[in-house]
C-alpha cells in the first residue's frame, strides 16, 4: 500500500491500518488507486500488469530522489512464507512496501534499468511522513524478492546501493521448499517435467549459469530463477555469501518451521531486529499454500540424504539446529 493510499484509507472506518489491523476485502471500488490494483494479483492480467506499472514508473521518475529507498529487504528464499511475512509487515503503521509490485526484483533481473527506476516503486518521503503522523513512528520502506538470495551477484548489488540495509531470509524444511518450489513453477508455467525429472535435468540446467550472470550484469537465466530447485535449498552457502556482504547483525533468520505455529512470537523477533516499535498485531494467515500429492518416498529419502551435510553446516551457522531436524 503506497502513502498516498495509507492517506486516503486513514479517515475511513474500514482502515487498512489502524488499532485492529483489518485489512479491506479486495473488490473493485472508485477510491482505489491504480498503484492499488498493481499489487493485487487477482486484478489484472500480466501484460496489462506490466504495460501500467512501466507507465507508472516513467511517471514517478521525476520524484524518485523525493522517494524512500528501503531500509529492509526479505531476501528470501522462495517459497519459504516471504509473501505472508511481507502481507504482515506492510500492515504496521510505520513500513510501506513497494508500490507497483511487492517483489520488485531490481537487484537480481532488472538492475539495468538503474537506481531512480528503483526508487520509483517506493512512497514520498513526505507523504510517508504524512500518513504517520501522530503515530509516534518513524516511516521506513521495503520489498520482498526471494530470488535476492539466491542470485550469484544480488548480495553484492544491494551492499553496494543500500549500505545501511537489514536483511530478512526465511527457511524451510528444503525437501518440502523444493516440491513447493516445482509446484510454484508448473502453476505459473515455467515448467512442463515431472517433479522428478525436473530433478534430474536440474544439474544440466543450471551448469555453468551462476558463473555467466556473475560475468556478465546482463545476462539473463531462464533455468536459474525457475528451475532451481535442490540448490536453492542449499541454505548454508547463500547465508555465507550474505554474511560476507553483510555481517551477521544486519541478518535475521526466521525458521517458517517456528513462524506459522507460532507467529506472534516470531513477529516480535523481526519486529526488535528492524527496531520498530510493536503497534498490535497483525491477521497472520498463510499465503500462496498450493494443495500437492504426497512426494514419492523414494525422492524424499534421497533428498533428504542429499541435504543432510548442508543441514549439519547449517545448524553450525545458526548455533541452533533447523525445525525440521527437530521433527526428524
Same mark, same amino acid.
Given at each position: 500500500?503506497?502513502?498516498?493510499?495509507?492517506?486516503?484509507?486513514?479517515?475511513?472506518?474500514?482502515?487498512?491500518?489502524?488499532?485492529?489491523?483489518?485489512?479491506?476485502?479486495?473488490?473493485?471500488?472508485?477510491?482505489?488507486?491504480?498503484?492499488?490494483?498493481?499489487?493485487?494479483?487477482?486484478?489484472?492480467?500480466?501484460?496489462?500488469?506490466?504495460?501500467?506499472?512501466?507507465?507508472?514508473?516513467?511517471?514517478?521518475?521525476?520524484?524518485?530522489?523525493?522517494?524512500?529507498?528501503?531500509?529492509?529487504?526479505?531476501?528470501?528464499?522462495?517459497?519459504?512464507?516471504?509473501?505472508?511475512?511481507?502481507?504482515?509487515?506492510?500492515?504496521?503503521?510505520?513500513?510501506?512496501?513497494?508500490?507497483?509490485?511487492?517483489?520488485?526484483?531490481?537487484?537480481?533481473?532488472?538492475?539495468?534499468?538503474?537506481?531512480?527506476?528503483?526508487?520509483?516503486?517506493?512512497?514520498?518521503?513526505?507523504?510517508?511522513?504524512?500518513?504517520?503522523?501522530?503515530?509516534?513512528?518513524?516511516?521506513?520502506?521495503?520489498?520482498?524478492?526471494?530470488?535476492?538470495?539466491?542470485?550469484?551477484? %544480488?548480495? #553484492?548489488?544491494?551492499? &553496494?546501493?543500500?549500505? $545501511?540495509?537489514?536483511?530478512?531470509? *526465511?527457511?524451510?524444511? /528444503?525437501?518440502? =521448499?523444493?516440491?513447493?518450489?516445482?509446484?510454484?513453477?508448473?502453476?505459473?508455467?515455467?515448467?512442463?517435467?515431472?517433479?522428478?525429472?525436473?530433478?534430474?535435468?536440474?544439474?544440466?540446467?543450471?551448469?555453468?549459469?551462476?558463473?555467466?550472470?556473475?560475468?556478465?550484469?546482463?545476462?539473463?537465466?531462464?533455468?536459474?530463477?525457475?528451475?532451481?530447485?535442490?540448490?536453492?535449498?542449499?541454505?548454508?552457502?547463500?547465508?555465507?555469501?550474505?554474511?560476507?556482504?553483510?555481517?551477521?547483525?544486519?541478518?535475521?533468520?526466521?525458521?517458517?518451521?517456528?513462524?506459522?505455529?507460532?507467529?506472534?512470537?516470531?513477529?516480535?523477533?523481526?519486529?526488535?531486529?528492524?527496531?520498530?516499535?510493536?503497534?498490535?498485531?497483525?491477521?497472520?494467515?498463510?499465503?500462496?499454500?498450493?494443495?500437492?500429492?504426497?512426494?514419492?518416498?523414494?525422492?524424499?529419502? %534421497?533428498? #533428504?540424504?542429499?541435504? &543432510?551435510?548442508?543441514? $549439519?553446516?547449517?545448524?553450525?551457522? *545458526?548455533?541452533?539446529? /533447523?525445525?525440521? =531436524?527437530?521433527?526428524?
Amino acid at each position: 500500500m503506497s502513502a498516498a493510499d495509507k492517506t486516503a484509507t486513514s479517515a475511513r472506518p474500514d482502515a487498512g491500518k489502524g488499532a485492529a489491523y483489518r485489512r479491506p476485502v479486495p473488490a473493485l471500488r472508485p477510491d482505489r488507486t491504480l498503484s492499488g490494483y498493481m499489487r493485487d494479483p487477482k486484478s489484472l492480467n500480466p501484460a496489462l500488469k506490466q504495460a501500467a506499472r512501466l507507465t507508472l514508473v516513467a511517471a514517478r521518475l521525476p520524484t524518485s530522489r523525493a522517494r524512500i529507498l528501503p531500509s529492509f529487504l526479505i531476501v528470501g528464499a522462495q517459497r519459504c512464507g516471504t509473501t505472508s511475512l511481507s502481507r504482515q509487515l506492510d500492515e504496521h503503521p510505520a513500513v510501506f512496501g513497494s508500490v507497483l509490485h511487492e517483489e520488485v526484483h531490481f537487484f537480481d533481473v532488472s538492475y539495468r534499468r538503474g537506481l531512480s527506476w528503483y526508487r520509483c516503486h517506493f512512497p514520498l518521503l513526505a507523504a510517508a511522513r504524512r500518513a504517520t503522523r501522530g503515530a509516534d513512528v518513524t516511516p521506513v520502506s521495503f520489498e520482498s524478492s526471494p530470488y535476492y538470495m539466491f542470485h550469484p551477484v %544480488a548480495p #553484492e548489488r544491494i551492499a &553496494r546501493d543500500l549500505p $545501511e540495509v537489514r536483511l530478512l531470509v *526465511l527457511l524451510r524444511d /528444503p525437501v518440502e =521448499r523444493a516440491y513447493s518450489g516445482h509446484a510454484h513453477e508448473v502453476a505459473h508455467g515455467f515448467e512442463t517435467e515431472s517433479f522428478e525429472a525436473a530433478l534430474e535435468l536440474e544439474p544440466a540446467r543450471l551448469a555453468g549459469q551462476a558463473e555467466r550472470i556473475a560475468a556478465n550484469p546482463d545476462y539473463f537465466s531462464y533455468s536459474h530463477q525457475h528451475h532451481s530447485y535442490i540448490a536453492r535449498g542449499q541454505y548454508v552457502d547463500q547465508l555465507q555469501r550474505l554474511e560476507r556482504h553483510f555481517g551477521r547483525d544486519r541478518l535475521h533468520v526466521v525458521d517458517s518451521g517456528d513462524f506459522f505455529p507460532d507467529p506472534e512470537a516470531v513477529y516480535d523477533g523481526v519486529l526488535a531486529f528492524l527496531g520498530l516499535p510493536n503497534r498490535g498485531y497483525p491477521a497472520f494467515k498463510r499465503r500462496n499454500a498450493r494443495p500437492r500429492s504426497p512426494m514419492p518416498d523414494s525422492v524424499r529419502k %534421497a533428498l #533428504e540424504e542429499h541435504y &543432510r551435510p548442508y543441514d $549439519e553446516r547449517l545448524a553450525a551457522w *545458526l548455533g541452533t539446529e /533447523p525445525s525440521w =531436524r527437530r521433527q526428524s
